[in-house]
């Protein structure tokens, strides 16, 4: 049985939509490349409710908010990258998420520029550890993604390590801007839908 079939038989009141950032757990991440993620859902939460709780069932910090109509759930989970896919599969149950156009996923991407947003709805998981195993799990590609920009390393064999390093001071200014489109743009697909969000974000420069 997928994971979404489960979550439809969930008792209780269901969240409308899981927002999930990644990133690495520890302060040793804090402030890096890979950890774009777990700052767009941060700042979701100040905005909201302060602060994320810990369930260490689902292997996350989350929050609920509401936006609009919405119950919507703030994650970022508690697991290394690799395993991103299992707190992304119990959020899913738990919290009875029947469609995986109602997973956002918010990660790094190295295709795009430094500050860059891009909203997209499955494809490819281009290398990203964090995407395979959310595929793995969920049984699909088919969720959306909030891309945020961090540029290519200046060798090509060095993704992994750029990637876990903290950026410039003037990448940093930009990925500080990018954090407040990310957060824009998780709001425009849950309020206009994919679509109209792509129209919204994809054509912002940082």
């Given at each position: 049985?997928?994971?979404?079939?489960?979550?439809?038989r969930?008792r209780?009141?269901?969240?409308?939509?899981?927002?999930?950032?990644?990133?690495?757990?520890?302060?040793?991440?804090?402030?890096?490349?890979?950890?774009?993620?777990?700052e767009?859902?941060?700042?979701?939460?100040?905005a909201?409710?302060?602060?994320?709780?810990?369930s260490?069932r689902?292997?996350a910090?989350?929050?609920?908010?509401t936006?609009?109509?919405?119950?919507?759930?703030?994650?970022?989970?508690?697991?290394f990258?690799n395993?991103?896919?299992?707190?992304?599969?119990?959020?899913?149950?738990?919290?009875?998420?029947e469609?995986?156009?109602?997973v956002?996923?918010?990660?790094?991407?190295?295709?795009?520029?430094?500050?860059?947003?891009?909203?997209?709805?499955?494809?490819s998981?281009?290398?990203?550890?964090?995407?395979?195993?959310?595929?793995?799990?969920?049984?699909?590609?088919?969720?959306?993604?909030?891309r945020?920009g961090?540029?290519?390393?200046?060798?090509?064999?060095?993704?992994?390590?750029?990637?876990?390093?903290?950026?410039?001071?003037?990448d940093?200014?930009?990925?500080?801007?990018?954090?407040?489109v990310?957060?824009?743009?998780?709001?425009a697909v849950?309020?206009?839908?994919?679509?109209q969000?792509?129209?919204?974000?994809?054509?912002?420069?940082?």
């Open positions: 049985m997928s994971v979404f079939r489960r979550a439809a969930r209780g009141t269901a969240a409308d939509y899981l927002v999930v950032g990644l990133g690495n757990p520890g302060d040793k991440y804090l402030g890096t490349r890979h950890n774009l993620g777990y767009v859902i941060e700042a979701m939460t100040q909201e409710v302060s602060s994320l709780d810990t260490k689902d292997l910090r989350f929050a609920v908010i936006h609009g109509e919405n119950r919507i759930i703030l994650a970022c989970p508690t697991t990258m395993l991103s896919g299992e707190a992304v599969s119990s959020l899913v149950r738990r919290n009875g998420i469609q995986s156009s109602r956002l996923i918010v990660h790094d991407e190295l295709d795009l520029e430094p500050g860059r947003v891009k909203v997209k709805r499955g494809g998981t281009a290398g990203h550890n964090g995407l395979k195993s959310i595929r793995q799990h969920l049984g699909t590609d088919d969720f959306v993604r909030i945020m961090v540029g290519k390393p200046p060798d090509p064999q060095d993704g992994r390590n750029w990637v876990l390093r903290k950026p410039s001071l003037t940093r200014d930009l990925l500080d801007s990018a954090v407040h990310g957060v824009d743009a998780v709001k849950i309020a206009s839908g994919v679509e969000a792509m129209n919204e974000v994809n054509g912002r420069q940082p």
